[in-house]
């Protein structure tokens, strides 16, 4: 069965660090690959997407992620992170076959100041 | 252009009760999908609605239903609500039909607690 896996349940960056956050999915065909992320009392707000193309993908607020396909992955990246950065952090996968979006169950982001 | 709006924000409810949740999308998009948010079970796809019809549904029981309306605003209603019902129910709304290239927008949420 199509699934997302989000490693990491919590990470904890001190500000200014890099950041990687982990995405697995599985997956016969290759996905449409999303990224979002969740504030405290919000709702979720994209950060990037990759349909098809370059397989590094640029986001906004400074996030990347890269699509490698021999490891079924879309890790998202940032290489210096703010305090305004914490939040939940969603990777999801779009089934072309049956126009279905599977979310990740989440990882939460700690800024350490 | 404002952006998905959802009404109430927050809800609190007795086992057996039924409740009704409003989402209204980002004007001209026709599609609205809902979602149910809990820590266990993590973004749970519930159901979207297109021109008025429902499009796509998601693995829940029948307690669970929705209508949009021809401004495509659209309601959900949960029937004979348990306990596990409490969540955030999250309201999506994109341009034409929830395929897996449309972005969606999502509202800020209703949470609702079933006592």
């Known amino acids: 069965a199509q699934s997302v896996t989000q490693p990491d349940i919590h990470i904890t960056v001190s500000e200014g660090a890099s950041l990687e956050l982990r995405c697995n999915y599985s997956?016969?065909?290759?996905?449409?690959l999303f990224w979002y992320v969740q504030s405290p009392g919000q709702g979720l707000q994209l950060l990037l997407k990759?349909?098809?193309?370059?397989?590094l993908v640029q986001g906004i607020k400074g996030f990347e992620a890269e699509f490698k396909r021999s490891q079924s992955s879309f890790n998202l990246r940032k290489p210096s992170v703010h305090w305004s950065d914490a939040a939940e952090y969603f990777c999801?996968?779009?089934?072309?076959?049956?126009?279905?979006?599977?979310f990740g169950k989440g990882t939460r982001l700690h800024i350490l100041p | 252009k404002a952006g998905v709006t959802q009404t109430p924000r927050y809800l609190i409810k007795t086992r057996g009760q039924q409740v009704t949740l409003s989402c209204s999308p980002i004007?001209?998009?026709?599609?609205v999908s809902w979602y149910q948010q809990t820590p266990g079970q993590g973004l749970q796809f519930l159901f979207e609605?297109?021109?008025?019809?429902?499009?796509n549904k998601g693995n829940f029981p029948g307690r669970f239903s929705g209508r949009q309306f021809s401004n495509s605003r659209s309601e959900m209603n949960v029937s004979t609500l348990e306990l596990g019902d409490s969540a955030l129910y999250l309201c999506?709304?994109?341009?034409?039909?929830?395929?897996?290239?449309?972005?969606?927008?999502f509202g800020p949420g209703t949470r609702l607690l079933v006592l």
């Open positions: 999506a709304s994109s341009l034409w039909a929830q395929g897996v290239q449309e972005t969606q927008y």
């Open positions: 990759y349909f098809s193309g370059d397989t």
């Open positions: 999801a996968v779009g089934l072309n076959r049956d126009d279905k979006i599977i």
């Open positions: 609605y297109f021109s008025e019809t429902q499009r």
């Open positions: 004007s001209g998009h026709r599609s």
């Open positions: 997956y016969g065909a290759t996905p449409y």
